[in-house]
Each structure stands twice: as C-alpha cells, then as structure tokens.
C-alpha cells in the first residue's frame, strides 16, 4: 500500500490559447494539510477541478487509495469521498442552510409508492452537524439571511458533512473574521486527527506556515516543487512563487495628497445596528484606508454614499457642491465608482467577455449617431487595459469568468478607468489574489493618486492599509472611532480603535 492516499501524476490541461497544466503532479498523505500555492493563473484551482471532476484533464493520472480512478464529475468524486468548498461560492440563498448542505443528496422517505424528501431528518442531521462543529446557526434558517464568511462557514460544513476522505479548501479564509479562521483550523485539525486528507489553497502565508504539513508551489501551470511547511520561510515561497526575489511587498509612494475635495457628513442609516453620524473628508489624491472588524459597517456606509443602500441623513460634497445621490447612476454621473467586494456575484458578468465586462458601464460614451456602439473605440480601451494592467488572457474576447480572480479583479479596475472617475471606491480590492497581482494592483492605487484621483480603499488586511495608505479611517459597530496616520500607523492601535465600542 501507498503511504498516499492521493497522487495526481503529470497532469495536464488546455484551453483555447493557454496552457493552464503542465505535467503537474500532487502527493497528499492521510491526516495531513498539504497546501498548494503560486501566483493567481499558476493552475492551482484548474488541477483541483479536474480532480473533483468539473474539468477533463488532457493526459495524466489520479491515484486514489492505491488505485487509478476515473473521476466523471462532482457527483461521482462525493461518492468516492472527495469533497470541494470553492473559492467563489454559488449559494442557494433562498433555500434553508440544511438544503443547502444536502443539495443533490437528500435522505429519503416512501410515503406509499413514491419517495419524497425526509425534511425532518435533513433538518436533524445538518442541526446535529452544525452543532458539533460549533456553528451558532439555525439548519432551518434561509441561507441567504447569513453574512458571506457564515455562508463560507456553512459550505465547508457541507463538505464535512459527506464524510469525505479528501477535502479542498480553496481560498477558505477569504471571507472569514480572525475569530471565525480559528474555528475553521479547530475543524480543520479534527478532520485530519481522523485520517483526513486536507488540500489547502491560500495567499495568507502566516496562515500556509501555521496550518500546513506540505507546501507544494505552482507557476505559471508548471509544478515547481513540494517542501515540508516546517522548512520554509515567506521570503522564500514569495521568491518561489513569482520566479524572483520580491523586496518590497508594498511600492513605494508617489502620491502627494493636495486639498480637501470629497466631504461626507453625518452619515446615518435608516436600519438599526448599521452606521450612524458618520463624518469623514479624503483630500485630492489621497489614498484613504477604512479599517474595521466583519460588522463594524465599513462596506454598508460606501454603498450608502454610493446610493446602493438608503440613508435616513446625511451629507455627501465634492469640490465645494453638494452631490444628490440616490442611485449608483447619480453617482457615476457625479464621477464615483465603487468596486464592490464580492467580484464574482456583484462584481463581475461572468458569462460575458473581457471586452463586455470593461465596456459595460461606459457604453453611453462610444455611441456613433446615438445610436450605434462604436466598437473600434471600445477594442481600443480594451486593448490599452490589458496592456497597461498586465491582464494575463489569449484575448480581450475571452470570458472573464475563465480568468484568475486577479486577472478578474484588473478587468474590474479597467471597467471604472475607462470612465475616468474622481473618487474610486475599493471594497477589498486584494481579497483572494497572489501576492504578484496585490504588488501590481497596489502600484496602480498609488499611480492613480498620482493623478489626482481620491482613492478609498476597503480592507480587512491592517498590514496593506498600513503599507498603501496615507490615513486610515477606523469604524466599529457603525460608527468612526478614529483616523490614524498611514505611515506612522501600528495594528495595535488600528485593533484598538476597531474594538472600542464593543462589550
């Protein structure tokens, strides 16, 4: 018998013009975490797709429990115990969180001659799952009530649930609280004390050296190389990684901020427990932080001030003038653009290409006779993104669902410069992207500055606000507890704002 309870030997995958694997291969032992990392694109989510079975691999072999499998499609590796939580959620929010658990394998009754779905035990066991994992939460509440990190919660209850002997986790903190990622390597640690085998995707290296037993690293769809996690230090992953050494993890500043020209004041919701009296002015060309723990309403104030959620009073100014915003189009009338958290349900139109995705809220302006798209304009903007942001794609008529979440977030940044906005609003612009593509998306924040542009930026990451920002803007429980000053900043006192008001 293998040592292994899993070996995936030179695997390889293509796509229309791009190579996504290239004779890559994964060894994973029982009752380990063996985590797999590289820059966004490098393949790690495409080869851990074809071994769930949602993509065909071209050549190669999987060996399960000693013996050479198949593996058809998602279903088909569930049977096998093969489990996958995905870095980009697709919730049922209208059905139960027990549905939601049991989709597509619910436990059955006869009543008479026909089989019907057993609520009652569904409920019983996805409560008792719940339970034991420590999860507060209700198996009859309706999914789409709870925050993203819950709903992340309650998709790798869903994996443990089918009693799986290899679990994926993809990206399985990006949406999690510090409190909430302790929680998951508790699960995580009792999974692998029963034999478990946990394939662990991440670009939070404190969290890789922590949790992890192997490290393999990937680049650019080649496999380049497998280290004991007890061996390695950041530096070197990084310098493994993107191929060279990377000094600095932040650039360095370009921007000199001027006067004060985007004033917010008293700021209130209509909903209680949201933000309340909120006042705040970013000078022209700043780089103004927002720093806060999950609920303290960071993101629910920049979509007020966006016109996406009501607000019962308050205030927003620009250059002196008074703005009127009650929709998201008021505001990119008045020069505001917000690139919302969660890229791939509010972000993205993924069954669209690149080309459709940059152009999409510009399309007003390539208009011949009124009437008609000017598309050799729109290629025109296209094709200067691509090359200016470094989109990695074999063309701008690719669909940007294909992309790395990297690559996807850089389209999503071109969609908003093709409309030259004043103030830019960033809701975790790095959440779930390689440290290569954060250093490229940090120098473009720092370039747009340069020019003059207010940039805000959204973040749960303290040591990125600290290394972009010119001030930082701390919120807890709805409300500002402090503005502290980016390079004299410390995560101390950033942690200490963001819990004053809680008991």
């Known amino acids: 018998m293998s040592e292994y309870i899993l070996e995936m030997k030179d695997i390889c995958k293509s796509f229309p013009g791009v190579k996504a694997l290239d004779h890559v291969s994964l060894q994973l032992i029982p009752g380990h975490v063996h985590s797999l990392m590289g820059e966004n694109g490098a393949g790690k989510s495409t080869l851990m797709k074809c071994l769930f079975g949602i993509y065909k691999k071209d050549s190669g072999s999987v060996i399960y429990n000693g013996e050479e499998v198949t593996i058809e499609d998602p279903f088909d590796a569930l049977q096998k115990g093969i489990a996958m939580v995905h870095q980009e959620l697709m919730p049922i929010q209208d059905r139960s969180i027990a549905e939601n658990i049991y989709c597509g394998r619910y436990p059955v009754k006869k009543v008479g001659p026909i089989e019907v779905i057993d609520h009652k035990k569904m409920n019983s066991d996805a409560q008792a799952l719940l339970d034991d994992l420590g999860l507060p939460f209700k198996a009859t509440d309706k999914l789409g009530t709870l925050s993203a990190s819950q709903m992340q919660l309650c998709e790798i209850a869903k994996a443990v649930s089918a009693d799986a002997k ?20 508790e699960i995580i640690h009792r999974l692998t004390s029963k034999g478990c085998g946990v394939i662990y995707i991440s670009h939070k290296m404190d969290e890789i050296l922590q949790i992890s037993d192997e490290v393999t690293i990937m680049r650019d769809g080649q496999y380049i190389g497998t280290w004991p996690a007890k061996d390695l230090t950041i530096d070197f992953i990084i310098a493994k990684e993107v191929g060279r050494e990377l000094k600095d993890l932040y650039p360095p500043k370009v921007n000199t901020p001027g006067e004060t020209i985007f004033e917010v004041k008293d700021f209130t919701s209509p909903l209680d427990r949201s933000f309340t009296n909120c ?40 250059d002196g003038k008074e703005l009127s915003i009650k929709c998201p189009e008021d505001a990119i009338k008045n020069g505001i653009a917000l690139i919302t958290e969660e890229r791939r349900r509010t972000g993205i139109f993924g069954v669209l290409s690149i080309s459709d995705n940059v152009a999409v809220a510009s399309l007003n302006d390539y208009l011949k006779f009124k009437c008609m798209l000017d598309h050799k304009s729109i290629k025109q903007v296209v094709d200067k993104s691509i090359k200016e942001l470094s989109i990695k794609t074999p063309s701008s008529k690719e669909l940007i669902r294909n992309l790395s979440g990297g690559n996807q977030q850089k389209v999503i940044i071109s969609r908003w410069l093709a409309k030259e906005p004043d103030v830019l609003i960033m809701d975790e612009p790095t959440r779930g992207i390689d440290v290569g593509a954060k250093y490229e998306i940090y120098s473009i924040i720092g370039k747009l500055a340069k020019e003059g542009k207010t940039i805000i930026v959204i973040s749960s990451e303290m040591p990125e606000l600290i290394g972009i920002c010119d001030r930082i803007m701390v919120m807890c429980e709805g409300k500002i507890t402090g503005t502290v000053d980016g390079p004299t900043a410390t995560q101390e006192k950033i942690m200490e704002l963001s819990t004053k008001f809680m008991s």
């Open 166 to 185: 290899i679990i994926i986790l993809d990206e399985p903190t990006s949406s999690l609280t510090l409190k909430e990622v302790d929680k998951l390597f």
């Open 279 to 318: 006042s705040f002015s970013v000078r022209k060309g700043e780089i103004f932080g927002v720093a806060g723990l999950v609920g303290a309403q960071r993101t629910e104030l920049m979509e007020a001030i966006y016109g996406l959620r009501s607000h019962s009073s308050g205030t927003v100014t620009f």
